[in-house]
């Protein structure tokens, strides 16, 4: 023990030292006395801004993420309120984040401090709290009420209108019977609205509410003319979207039929395809009493709430084409093994599909430093190995890639085909996402701004980011999409924000890539694959750990095939999708 040195340390501090050589252990240090080990024997460089100085942002040295930690710890220890802002939670952990992003890195990918820190977060409580927040939660849910969309659905080509709807609004029950999420409210060619406001207290029992609505209905009917013959059944739905429907002459028109659905039916294929199958089974046993399909069309259509349409104008609006570029569903082409044998360990950050006569898939793998290379059904595996760790990927031509090497500051031209680095680039900054367009490399440095640079390294030009922790880009014609953690970016060229995707559930968005439509494919380290539309306004979970994906690491779309590459970060399994735009 270095007595001399143990002086300026706390008496508490002096006994965890002590004790070290019998426990074997480091457990028991806190970060103020790692913090005083580490600078009391040099163990690290100073940090750029000094010790005891909070360092600046693009400052990310070891040293400096170490004094990161420290005023992390004295922020925290040292608040006067307990009371902590999304916000500020929310900044903690990506900064804390963003630092075991980096360890990992120093430590060549084997300590995996990332991942623990996103673990922290989103760690399950324990049963007992789990279940009374639960309750909590969905007490607060039946006062809210779910979150729907409203929808409408056509039914073309039926001759016996009227029939068809006394039927289905009769059998109403037995049709939303067994569904889960989707409620059958009424079917109507035309309809009579009558606003009124209803005090809560009414709304207590169903006896108070329909003694309180015949007399309603009395007044009612007292002003109008019926025959007595006619009945009048209606649906009674909050003020924003209430329908009422009366019986009209068949005049050989579509069937409208109102829905409630779940928002997060649409997410998946599967979702949406088993409640339309359900919706689709009750209605054509109940339309016509032998569960015989009589050749039923039906149109599908979002109905805004706020400006709902009429039922003739929304099936004028169904025979209109509607821009609707997110694919339908994907279908497996080819999965792929890259790894020679199973003790093999590798990271594969990101990938590629390039050539065209030979057609060789590209991986990085950053724990080898090396790009892995075998062609499309994954035989012919080989290797190029690099004096760097390379991270990020794009296609320069059909037999050339670039690579950007994070922690290195570097960029290698590398040709595929004589598996050599043609031209290396030393870059101002950290480099991370990097995108070849136009015959120039775009290229994210300090996960703050690009650098257009020509294949010598010349920097062009430079464009800012929407955000402070950009990681990855892609450059598609007029603009670029870039990603940090939480939320895609679609910017112009020049830099300015056109959109911005963000969902709390997607906490770990990996790489993007775009297809020929401009709508954004993702990958989340939870198992699955997004895609958003072009406006980003939709979105849909097209892959998930159902189809193989396991922290899925890398991303890209080949646009001339309409193939979705899709590789996981450790178990070297890589799959080829075919993407299609509609049912075939």
């Known amino acids: ?58 400052d990310t040295k070891l040293s400096d993420d170490i004094e990161r930690i420290r005023h992390f710890r004295n922020h925290l220890a040292h608040r006067c309120s307990l009371n902590i802002t999304k916000e500020e939670f929310d900044n903690y952990f990506d900064q804390s984040r963003d630092i075991g992003k980096r360890m990992d890195l120093y430590f060549f990918q084997n300590t995996n401090y990332e991942y623990k820190i996103i673990g922290h977060k989103t760690c399950r409580m324990d049963t007992q709290m789990q279940t ?33 709807i006394d039927i289905l609004n009769s059998l109403k029950d037995e049709i939303n019977e ?115 399909n009589n050749d039923i069309t039906a149109t599908l259509l979002p109905i805004c709430l706020e400006n709902k349409p009429t039922a003739s104008a929304a099936f004028i609006q169904a025979q209109t084409p509607v821009k609707y570029n997110l694919p339908v569903y994907v279908t497996l082409r080819k999965q792929l093994n890259i790894k020679r044998s199973s003790n093999e360990n590798h990271n594969i950050t990101s990938c590629i599909k390039i050539g065209t006569a030979l057609v060789m898939l590209v991986f990085t793998d950053c724990y080898n430093k090396r790009l892995i290379i075998c062609n499309s059904d994954g035989a012919a595996i080989h290797h190029i190995p690099l004096s760097c760790r390379p991270y990020y990927i794009t296609e320069v031509d059909n037999n050339t890639v670039a690579v950007s090497s994070t922690l290195d500051r570097t960029i290698l031209i590398i040709n595929i085909s004589r598996s050599s680095v043609t031209n290396t680039i ?42 402070g922790s950009i990681r990855d880009i892609t450059v598609d014609r007029d603009r670029f999409v870039c990603r940090d953690f939480k939320s895609i970016y679609c910017c112009s060229l020049d ?11 997607y906490q770990d968005l990996r790489r993007v890539t775009t297809d020929n439509e401009r709508n954004v494919f993702v990958a989340d380290s939870n198992y699955s694959v997004v895609v958003v539309s072009d406006d980003g306004e939709y979105y849909r979970e097209i892959l998930t750990k159902s189809d193989g994906l396991n922290r899925p690491g890398g991303i890209y779309f080949d646009k001339k095939e309409n193939i979705l590459l899709v590789c996981n970060l450790k178990d070297g399994k890589a799959f080829l999708f075919d993407v299609k735009k509609k049912l075939s």
């Open 178 to 292: 067994n569904l889960s999420g989707i409620e059958f409210i009424v079917a109507t060619k035309g309809s009579i609205i009558l606003d009124t406001d209803i005090f809560l207290e009414i709304l207590e029992t169903d006896a108070l509410l329909q003694s309180t609505l015949t007399i309603f209905l009395q007044k009612i009917l007292e002003r109008i003319t019926i025959s007595n013959t006619e009945s009048i059944d209606m649906v009674l739905l909050p003020v924003e979207e209430y329908t009422q429907w009366k019986i009209s002459k068949p005049i050989g028109e579509p069937v409208f039929l109102d829905f409630d659905i779940l928002a997060g039916f649409f997410e998946t294929d599967d979702k949406m395809e088993e409640q339309l199958r359900q919706l689709s089974d009750a209605f054509s046993k109940h339309s016509n009493e032998s569960g015989t």
């Open 495 to 505: 830099g300015k924000l056109l959109w911005k995707f963000e969902k709390d559930k």
């Open 1 to 58: 023990m270095c007595i001399p040195h143990l002086s300026s340390f706390f008496t508490d501090q002096k006994t965890c030292l002590s004790d070290l050589k019998s426990l074997n252990s480091y457990d028991s240090f806190d970060i103020s006395l790692i913090y005083k080990l580490l600078r009391q024997f040099s163990l690290v460089p100073p940090p750029t801004n000094g010790s005891g100085n909070a360092p600046n942002k693009i």
């Open 132 to 164: 009374q927040y639960n309750n909590t939660l969905q007490e607060l849910e039946n006062l809210k009420r779910r979150r729907k969309v409203r929808v409408q659905i056509i039914f073309q080509n039926n001759a016996d209108i009227e029939r068809t």
């Open 426 to 467: 030393n870059t101002s900054g950290y480099c991370y996402g990097i995108s070849y367009d136009d015959n120039n490399l775009h290229v994210v440095i300090d996960i703050s701004i690009i650098q257009v640079m020509d294949l010598t390294g010349k920097v062009i030009r430079t464009i800012p980011l929407p955000s």
